[in-house]
């Protein structure tokens, strides 16, 4: 089967650190997607690994283990705009195939 | 256009009744995908078309629910009879060729069954 985890809720202050794990158990892998939904709105992209090891683009960084089947997402100097919904998704090994989704984490930053 | 566009954006319907949603990607997109997300959830899959071919449909929750691309641009996802349990968000995504592409999203088609 095909299962993928984060946790439901996160809170963080403004100016903080906040990492985002996600799990994942699928059948095949070809690359692990991180989008952004805030209420109401589109999912938007924010990063894609398919190689273990971090990537970085400005505030946002994803990382990913093939071998542990994890990731995660860090966001650094948080803003009150990062109050979102963070959506782990993973493609199968099959060119073109569909995204399955986590049930994403919502993100609460306070100042 | 610019982007994936979606109408309508919001629609009600009475139990029943039958919905038409219709999906613009991005022009030159090969890849096209409708997604369900139920309030609080993460988009489910629902169905793919490469150009105006539908790969997979496993993602379709029942026979009630249609989708065709017949010219490999637009896309109309159908529900037939719709029931409560119907009401969601219904998300349109495009993708140029390629498994490492990123899928972009419209915003959505808001249906409430009542």
């Known amino acids: 089967g095909q299962n993928i985890d984060q946790p439901t809720e996160m809170t963080a202050t403004e100016g903080a650190i906040v990492q985002i794990n996600c799990t994942y158990q699928?059948?095949?892998?070809?690359?692990l997607f991180w989008y952004q939904q805030h209420a109401g709105e589109a999912p938007t992209f924010l990063s894609y690994?398919?190689?273990?090891g971090l990537e970085e683009k400005g505030r946002f960084s994803s990382f990913l283990s093939r071998s542990k089947g994890y990731s995660y997402l860090l966001l650094k100097e948080l803003q009150m705009k990062d109050s979102a919904s963070y959506l782990c998704a993973v493609r199968g090994n099959q060119a073109g195939t569909a995204l399955i989704f986590g049930k994403g984490t919502t993100l609460s930053v306070s100042s | 256009g610019a982007g994936v566009s979606q109408s309508p954006r919001y629609k009600v319907a009475k139990r029943g009744q039958d919905v038409a949603l219709r999906c613009d990607p991005i022009s030159g997109h090969v890849s096209l995908f409708w997604y369900q997300q139920a309030l609080g959830q993460g988009p489910e899959f629902l169905t793919y078309f490469q150009n105006e071919a539908q790969l997979d449909k496993s993602g379709l929750p029942s026979d009630r629910f249609f989708a065709e691309r017949p010219e490999g641009s637009v896309s109309t996802l159908k529900i037939q009879r719709t029931q409560q349990e119907d009401s969601a968000v219904y998300l349109c995504a495009s993708s140029a060729a390629g498994s490492g592409n990123t899928i972009y999203f419209g915003e959505g088609s808001w249906l409430t069954v009542v």
């Open positions: 699928t059948s095949g892998f070809n690359g």
């Open positions: 690994n398919v190689l273990d």
